[in-house]
């Protein structure tokens, strides 16, 4: 009975990190950014921020039995996992950069029903055995918390525009600085790239195949709501001062990118597909890293939203 239960209880686990590949830290940590990031807003960003939310079409969702006193935290908060949300949607649809077309970099507001799973990463390539990368496509992450960022802070985009571009901004900054979704390697043993972790797979005390990108997606967890999201920010240490205020997003998508090479492809992972055998040191690290990017992006993100809600 017992085998049977640690066998149930393996798949469960296999089929979590397996179906969350492309949700980088998963709610709790796209959450934990957003909480971190609320703390640090000027009281006219919250304000704004507020008004802006409550366009969205889900605010209503996110404040369902939540105090009127922390509506505007709780919606802010929750907010950071709308990007994501809309996978699970079938008001929405998914399509490549060349199945989308122009509609791929448009930035129209919640008119746009397309998912643009391309928008929540940009895969800097690297190799450490001299195989040919590839550049990474456009639209990514990077294009996009530009883009968003511009209009945000414009005089021009409308509301309903800006409310969108808010948003994305709070699920994309947390975005790339996952590791995994600022790089691809290229190697001998997976020369069309490896995007981002997921060719290769893990093993876990109780599991053997979940992919190393969601591995390091799923770190911080994927349990809770804002109340649990602002209780981790809290035990977060706090990013030093000099990095995060550091505004430019090529800069952080270089930083993810290096993270990348010194912590996630290092021992046990290996060339090739695996799968490997994750150790508690590698495991250990990785929780590290995690912790110490999600403090940071929630830094920046309040630093970009306090600019361009000013």
């Given amino acids: 009975m017992m085998k049977t239960l640690l066998h149930a209880a393996s798949a469960l686990a296999l089929l979590a990190l397996s179906t969350s590949a492309a949700r980088a830290w998963w709610d709790m940590g796209h959450m934990t950014v957003a909480a971190v990031a609320y703390e640090r807003l000027t009281p006219a960003a919250r304000a704004r921020a507020a008004m802006l939310l409550r366009l969205n079409p889900n605010f209503d969702k996110w404040v369902r039995g939540v105090p009127a006193e922390e509506q505007d935290r ?29 509609e791929a970099t448009a930035n129209v507001g919640y008119s746009d029903h397309l998912v643009h799973d391309y928008w929540h990463y940009v895969d800097l390539p690297f190799s450490s055995d001299g195989t040919p990368g590839e550049s990474p496509q456009t639209p990514n992450a990077l294009t996009q918390i530009e883009a968003f960022r511009q209009a945000l802070a414009s005089n021009s985009a409308s509301d309903d525009v800006k409310s969108y571009d808010l948003v994305w901004l709070l699920h994309l900054v947390g975005d790339v600085h996952q590791p995994l979704h600022a790089t691809s390697r290229f190697s001998r043993g997976l020369p069309k790239g490896d995007q981002g972790g997921n060719k ?14 969601a591995y390091w997606d799923g ?92």
């Fill in 200 to 213: 290769e797979t893990v093993c876990l005390a109780f599991t053997c195949g979940s992919k190393l990108h």
């Fill in 74 to 102: 709780a919606a802010f908060v929750h907010a950071a996992t709308w990007a994501d949300d809309i996978k699970r949607s079938s008001n929405y649809q998914r399509g490549s950069i060349a199945q989308d077309g122009a």
């Fill in 219 to 310: 770190l911080l967890g994927d349990r809770g709501g804002p109340l649990d999201a602002e209780a981790l920010a809290a035990t977060l240490p706090s990013p030093d001062a000099t990095a995060a205020g550091i505004e430019d997003s090529a800069a952080w998508v270089r930083e993810s990118e290096r993270l990348a090479e010194q912590h996630v492809y290092v021992g046990p992972i290996g060339d090739g597909a695996g799968p490997f055998a994750l150790t508690d040191a590698y495991q250990a690290d990785a929780k590290g890293i995690a912790e110490q990017q999600v403090a940071l992006a929630g830094a920046r993100l309040a630093r970009l939203i306090n600019g361009a809600l000013r």
